[in-house]
């Protein structure tokens, strides 16, 4: 079974204390993504990532940034955090090949006050 | 610019009923659709796997299908029960390393 875990399931932070979001997968998969769920909007793509040390915005990358020195972690920073960051954070894999699923790991709530 | 629709966004049937979610695309040029499921605050589970070239999937009481010309999908749900109470997204991709595009979801309320 493919695993996709997340470093926290909640998290609270404060204003302007910059925040690492740590999402590992154990299916040695080429892609990763980063991920944010609000209702209302629905999922929105903020980065992902087709290799190690590969990176490329998604749509809404303002404010984050990301880092994948590893293949099987993909990493989400938010370098300043901000109130309008409170969010579900939602970190998936698959492999680079045609028509193969994406898996999705358990999520992280994040606060910030 | 993919555009996915899924109405209604809530829907509440009596246990054991037959149901039908929807799911529309605007561009009817993708390489595959996905239908996931999400139970509260937690992640996305992948229940379903259609490619352009297939016109349904099924696994269990669960069947997919795809009219790509039309720009929909639906997913079957036979003899629902209280434990498919959940929220249903599709989702689909527009080439073989595209990102996905996702709908808002539908959430589901199985009544006992």
């Known amino acids: 079974d493919v695993k996709v875990t997340q470093s926290s399931r909640y998290l609270v932070k404060r204003t302007g204390e910059k925040v690492f979001l740590e999402c590992v997968q154990d299916?040695?998969?080429?892609?990763m993504f980063w991920y944010r769920q609000d209702p209302g909007l629905g999922l929105r793509l903020i980065y992902f990532?087709?290799?190690?040390?590969?990176?490329e915005k998604g749509d809404i990358p303002e404010g984050y940034s990301v880092s994948r020195e590893k293949k099987e972690r993909f990493s989400l920073i938010l370098e300043s955090a901000s109130t309008n960051q409170t969010s579900m954070y939602l970190c998936?894999?698959?492999?680079?090949?045609?028509?193969?699923?994406?898996?999705f790991g358990p999520g992280t709530r994040l606060t910030v006050t | 610019k993919q555009e996915v629709t899924q109405i209604p966004a809530a829907l509440s049937v009596p246990e054991g009923e037959n149901l039908v979610l929807n799911c529309s695309f605007t561009d009817s040029a993708i390489y595959n659709l996905q239908w996931f499921r999400q139970d509260p605050g937690k992640g996305l589970t992948s229940l379903l796997l259609?490619?352009?070239?297939?016109r349904e999937q099924t696994s269990g009481r669960l069947n997919a299908s795809l009219d790509k010309s039309s720009g929909r999908s639906t997913l079957y749900i036979a003899a629902s029960q209280p434990g498919d109470s959940a929220t249903y997204l599709c989702?689909?991709?527009?080439?073989?390393?595209?990102?996905?595009?996702f709908g808002k979801g539908i959430t589901l309320s199985v009544r006992p």
């Open positions: 299916m040695d998969h080429e892609n």
């Open positions: 998936a894999s698959s492999p680079n090949r045609a028509g193969y699923e994406q898996y």
């Open positions: 259609i490619q352009s070239s297939q």
């Open positions: 989702a689909v991709r527009g080439g073989a390393n595209s990102k996905l595009t």
């Open positions: 990532s087709y290799d190690v040390k590969m990176k």
